[in-house]
């Protein structure tokens, strides 16, 4: 009796949530059902079933955790609040350099 192999979208029970990991190298992890899911390489979006499988962790599969962008800081002012002492004045949205 051979085992059915599928893609991991397959293997998603209904309304099942989908996490997103990083996958260092392609596996095969094989459920209690006989199924065989392959899993590649990569980001991918798993279900999370197969993403938190112990075979998945000891091939070394993480979650993914997206580092929000710093936020753009203000230019620091100097003591006296006036950035015209830095040697910059803003002129119509640019700015230019004194001389």
Do not use: C
């Not at 190298?25 to 197969?50: H, N, Y």
């Not at 620091?76 to 830095?86: F, H, I, L, R, Y």
Request: charged letters at 20%.
């Amino acid at each position: 009796m051979s085992t059915l192999r599928i893609g991991p979208m397959a293997a998603a029970a209904d309304g099942e949530e989908l996490v997103t990991v990083s996958v260092p190298r392609a596996f095969t992890v094989t459920l209690a059902d006989k199924r065989e899911v392959a899993v590649p390489a990569g980001m991918q979006e798993l279900p999370k079933s197969i993403a938190e499988h112990w075979y998945s962790a000891a091939n070394g599969v993480t979650p993914y955790i997206a580092t929000k962008p710093a936020k753009a800081s203000k230019a620091p002012e100097t003591q006296s609040g006036d950035s015209a002492a830095n040697g910059v004045t803003p002129s119509s949205g640019t700015l230019s350099l004194k001389k």
